[in-house]
């Protein structure tokens, strides 16, 4: 296995202000007129995402209702562009709060962090990465990849993961039946793909990449991720153990307006969650936001609550055993917390 969390600790200690100079970070904006809390009453938050991604949709629309402010919470956020940059984040407190795949809070539990992260809040439950082809094909099936040539994800990380998790479901051999590029960058494989730079038949990608490809003419959506894999505890938000110990009303709270957002994306259409988070999007028009959207409803994306259930861990766990990336599991009750998540459900 990989030695993720080595990739972690240097990254600590030799380019930790390398890294959060090049994150994105900024103030978020919402709704004042919702908020019931003085300014001088709020708690300021840091919370590090590990992409800027309309997958994430519930969050959003937390952050542009106010519903954050509501809680009491000035939340600050940064946008890592990689779990372990991430992960990097939190371990040295430049962040409160992560948002990553939960693999991340493994790889570094197994390696002996002592004030590891713990996971207290899931939000999707599905894989937000489709299957683009490069030709139009009416009747998919999934051995269509036998022989081909597919632009991954980097190894070790969910997207790939659950790529590789799929093929094996259908009788697929990743590392013999099909070759697959992970030498590209996550955020270049779309721009690679359309502009033919590596050869592919294929390419994983996540949104806007997969239809902003299909608006250009230059690949055709044939399989969602989400649907074909299955149920998998995708991304969470965690903090370390201290950060918990001594900020438990902070988290609730924080908790208490996630499941605000995910109450509103269960209660209203694709357009009008598009309509709300908007100004996080500004780069992209109303009618993109609306379809890719609508492929994340359509798949049941969105948890109704954000309880970790400990199933959800174990598949978490098989998919990286079935990966190779995986030898000693790690116990669910160390490594999550549904207490907060409860409480928010119960409001």
């Not at 709704?31 to 709020?42: I, L, Q, R, V």
């Not at 890592?80 to 992960?87: L, R």
């Not at 948002?99 to 991340?104: K, L, N, P, T």
């Not at 201290?242 to 009303?249: E, G, Q, R, T």
Request: aromatic share 10%.
């Amino acid at each position: 296995m990989k030695k993720h969390i080595s990739a972690f600790l240097l990254l600590l200690a030799v380019s930790v202000t390398t890294i959060f100079g090049c994150a994105s970070t900024k103030e978020t904006t919402s709704d004042s007129t919702k908020s019931e809390k003085t300014s001088t009453e709020m708690t300021p938050v840091t919370l590090n995402e590990v992409a800027h991604s309309i997958f994430y949709a519930p969050m959003y629309v937390a952050i542009e209702k106010g519903y954050f402010k509501d809680e009491g919470i000035a939340l600050t956020l940064q946008t890592g562009f990689g779990a372990d940059k991430t992960m990097t984040a939190v371990i040295s407190g430049s962040a409160d709060i992560g948002f990553m795949g939960s693999e991340a809070s493994i790889y570094t539990y197994n390696e002996g962090a002592n004030d590891y992260v713990v996971n207290f809040a899931q939000l999707t439950q599905r894989a937000g990465n489709f299957l683009v082809a490069r030709e139009k094909l009416d009747n998919f099936k999934w051995e269509d990849l036998k022989g081909k040539k597919v632009l991954g994800g980097r190894k070790g990380g969910m997207p790939e993961m659950v790529f590789e998790y799929t093929l094996k479901k259908n009788g697929i051999d990743p590392s013999k039946d099909l070759s697959i590029n992970q030498n590209i960058d996550f955020g270049s494989t779309a721009a690679a793909f359309a502009e033919k730079k590596t050869p592919a038949d294929f390419t994983v990608e996540f949104e806007p990449g997969a239809t902003n490809l299909e608006k250009e003419g230059k690949g055709y959506v044939v399989a969602s991720l989400g649907t074909d894999s299955g149920y998998v505890p995708y991304t969470a938000f965690c903090a370390k153990q201290s950060y918990i110990k001594k900020n438990a009303s902070v988290i609730q709270n924080f908790t208490n307006a996630l499941q605000k957002g995910m109450d509103y994306v269960q209660s209203h259409s694709p357009e009008e969650i598009a309509s709300v988070i908007a100004p996080q999007f500004k780069e992209t028009d109303h009618g993109t936001i609306t379809t890719i959207l609508t492929r994340y409803y359509n798949q049941d994306t969105w948890k109704d609550n954000l309880i970790f259930e400990k199933k959800s861990f174990d598949l978490l766990q098989d998919i990286l055993e079935s990966s190779g990336e995986l030898t000693k599991r790690a116990p669910y009750d160390d490594l999550v917390t549904t207490t907060y998540a409860e409480k928010a459900a119960e409001r």
